[in-house]
């Protein structure tokens, strides 16, 4: 192989290799093309903020001296950071190591020699490809500086205003509906290009010779068409031979036609795309939470429990196939989307994070079928999320579980038990239900004994619970052993165990604050 | 404590409450509306009688004590769930109802069809349901005691005459320290008012009628109910 050869390929692995390579180019194409990333609404604000200064800029030298250092903010920062933006959006579009690897293995499993040539060939068009998209000849252009000496080069600014549509996700929006209705509105402007065609044509044979004519010239004639067409109708050029009068009234009828056409094609365009444009958008919304629960079939169960983890301050997105179901977890404020719990399609729609974003599935249908084919396909996706689920019939415990379901909830099971307890101690049930159920002032509470805590606070005597009127009922160990119920003062505590404890919401609160704030001394 | 149980319908929920309370009561006693379920009511062990909605109700009231008796209510059909209710109520009025409710609707209507306690289907599992996801260890603890073998159990103890707690400080009792027993909550046997959480800093002087409610091991409770008694006696 020739040294060059050897280089590109040498290099083309180590870069493909390269684990800090990659993470920077995973950031910058993150920062600049993916909507999802946090900080990528950053990056658009600075870009817009640079695009608005440059045009402010024009118009300021429209009618006052310019200044220099705003001549050159404009010419060059600007210019230069516009540049390496489309470098790196260039850089960012593919990855020229894979394209070099793949050719040379290909090459070498069909035992030929590796001609870089063919690999540079093969990136100068793809490279291309990135050049010559709308966005991308946008990109370029707005790099142009406009220096005042040439002032039909500020016509340039156009593109950096154009270069806005990147930037904000509603002009992208509008142009996608536009676009959807492509066909439509060309045959529409064709229409009108041939109105005005003609028109201009005729107005002009009507009026040019006209001693009191105001339209003299071919360009008059389109211009006086174009404005009449678009029903503007200044009334500077006016037609005055009767001829030209009839070529008026012809184009403004047509001007009303192209008029109510053209918007009624938006409309409709808007309409169709209405559903779309809102679901991306909350698609979008959910791919910026942190974290949240994922409920799969919004039943009367799941409203309830959408219900209590609300209130808990906690997110929710519902995925559900009936329309109406959506429509009603929407009306209680939830994030829902349609899409059938079973199907890989409907999680690829949602482009969620399993594992950095969701707490916990809910599958939540009133039928085991649906829940089991939900759990199986959540579980091909990620192994580690905790999957929930109901259960309906008794004889399919197994199934569920063997679809990777991490707790069975049976009601009939459930109930029964609730029977028996009342049945047995009235009181005693009534208490520990009041405790749950958070509808009195005391509740039950867990506390996370953390670095700090355990730093401060030895054993559990320490933790001086009497003080806040608080029952320790025990300790769950971080080590994962038997729950300590009771403990005495002497009880160490270590990092990650939790506190279980009963209290009044009041004092459990300041009993929170006071152990991540300070330790009191008495 | 109520000594007998009637059970309304055989569907899934009932069974479960039958098979859970069997142990609670003298007799447990199922009534099904027809015989598709007998046989397997029956096969399960229990004692099988149909009824229907317009029946007289005269043979419940020869053959059970009405006052220790409790009627759960489980039939499918909400509509028909609560004319049983009222049925039952506007024959027996110290009648103790229970009946399942199976969602947020029927539990008003059961209540005003005079249901002593109701449980609503749909509430019990989604607060169970969000427990377990906000609260595990809690939810897991809590549910242990409630309803599995755990060592840790929660215990009712209604104070008697001459019991040596009475005219005590509930505050001074030291059940932690000399019996390793939590004291949960207490009833106030003259107020006949429910019960008040001690984690409210409510401080009682515990008199007969009162009802403790005490968490601990076994062990721990039945040695303090005996110093109790020992003292009684």
């Known amino acids: 192989m020739k040294p060059f050869a050897r280089f590109m390929v040498k290099s083309a692995y180590v870069l493909n290799g390269s684990a800090s390579y990659k993470a920077v180019k995973k950031f910058f194409y993150n920062l600049m093309e993916n909507n999802s990333y946090r900080y990528k609404k950053y990056f658009d604000i600075v870009m817009v903020v640079l695009i608005l200064s440059s045009v402010i800029i024009l118009i300021r030298e429209v009618k006052y001296e310019s200044h220099d250092f705003l001549q050159f903010f404009n010419d060059y920062v600007i210019s230069i950071i516009f540049l390496i933006e489309y470098l790196l959006r260039m850089w960012v579009y593919n990855d020229n190591s894979k394209i070099i690897i793949d050719r040379y293995e290909h090459d070498e499993f069909l035992q030929r020699e590796f001609n870089p040539f063919k690999a540079l060939k093969a990136i100068a068009y793809v490279k291309f490809q990135y050049m010559s998209s709308p966005s991308a000849i946008i990109d370029l252009f707005a790099i142009m500086p406009f220096f005042h000496e040439l002032r039909l080069l500020r016509l340039f600014i156009l593109f950096r205003v154009f270069k806005l549509f990147r930037y904000t996700n509603s002009i992208r929006h509008l142009l996608s509906v536009l676009t959807h209705k492509k066909h439509e509105l060309l045959t529409l402007l064709m229409f009108a290009a041939i109105v005005v065609f003609v028109s201009g044509v005729l107005i002009y044979v009507m009026e040019a010779n006209h001693p009191n004519s105001q339209i003299n010239t071919l360009f008059e004639a389109f211009y006086w068409s174009l404005v009449t067409i678009s029903t503007v109708g200044f009334g500077d050029l006016v037609p005055k031979t009767e001829g030209g009068q009839v070529v008026a009234m012809f184009i403004i009828i047509s001007g009303i036609a192209v008029l109510s056409f053209s918007t009624s094609i938006i409309v409709s365009a808007f309409t169709e795309r209405m559903d779309d444009i809102v679901e991306n958008k909350l698609i979008e919304n959910i791919s910026a939470l942190k974290t949240f629960y994922l409920i799969c079939g919004y039943t009367k169960t799941a409203q309830q429990v959408a219900a209590k983890l609300r209130r808990h301050g906690k997110n929710i997105v519902v995925l559900d196939r009936d329309v109406e179901r959506v429509k009603l977890a929407t009306s209680h404020r939830l994030k829902a989307v349609i899409g059938d719990p079973g199907a890989l399609a409907s999680y690829a729609k949602l482009g969620i994070d399993f594992k950095e974003q969701v707490r916990a599935v809910l599958c939540l249908e009133y039928d085991d079928v649906s829940n089991v084919y939900a759990a199986l396909t959540l579980r091909s996706m990620d192994k580690e999320v905790m999957l929930l689920s109901l259960l309906i019939h008794q004889h399919n415990r197994k199934k569920l579980l063997l679809a990777g379901v991490n707790e069975v909830i049976y009601a009939q099971e459930l109930v029964g038990m609730v029977a028996k307890e009342f049945s047995g101690m009235p009181v005693a049930f009534e208490a520990i239900h009041a405790l749950r159920s958070e509808q009195s002032d005391v509740l039950t509470e867990e506390i996370v004994i953390d670095e700090y805590i355990c730093s401060q606070y030895h054993d559990v005597g320490d933790l001086d619970t009497e003080y806040y009127r608080i029952i320790l009922m025990g300790i769950s160990p971080v080590n994962g052993g038997a729950f300590l119920f009771n403990p005495d003062a002497h009880e160490r505590l270590h990092n990650g165990d939790i506190l279980l404890i009963i209290g009044s919401n009041v004092l459990i609160k300041e009993f929170k604050r006071d152990l991540h704030v300070k330790k009191r001394y008495r | ?233």
């Open chain 2, 1 to 233: 404590m109520k000594k007998n149980a009637l059970i309304f319908g055989y569907n899934e929920y009932a069974r479960q409450i039958a098979s859970q309370i069997a142990s609670e009561y003298e007799r447990v006693h199922i009534f099904i509306l027809d015989e598709t379920l007998r046989h397997q009511a029956e096969s399960d062990g229990f004692r099988v009688s149909i009824f229907d909605l317009s029946d007289e109700w005269s043979e419940i009231e020869q053959e059970y004590h009405i006052e220790n008796t409790v009627a759960f209510c489980t039939l499918e059909d909400d509509a028909h769930n609560i004319f049983l209710t009222i049925s039952l109520r506007a024959e027996f009025s110290h009648m103790y109802i229970v009946a399942l409710a199976k969602d947020t609707e029927g539990i008003n209507k059961l209540k005003i069809a005079g249901a002593n306690r109701i449980l609503p289907i749909v509430q019990i599992t989604a607060n169970l349901i969000s427990e377990i996801l906000e609260k595990p260890v809690v939810t897991n603890v809590l549910h242990n005691i409630l309803y599995e073998d755990s060592d840790i159990k929660i215990s009712q103890i209604t104070v008697a005459e001459g019991d040596s707690v009475v005219g005590r400080n509930s505050h001074a009792l030291s059940l932690k320290e000399m019996y390793n027993l939590i004291l949960l909550a207490i009833v106030d046997g003259k107020l006949d008012t429910n019960f008040v959480f001690t984690a409210k800093g409510f401080n009682h002087t515990i008199s007969v009628g009162d009802v403790l409610v005490v968490i601990g091991l076994q062990e721990d409770i039945d040695r303090f109910n005996q110093e109790i008694k020992r003292s009684r006696g």
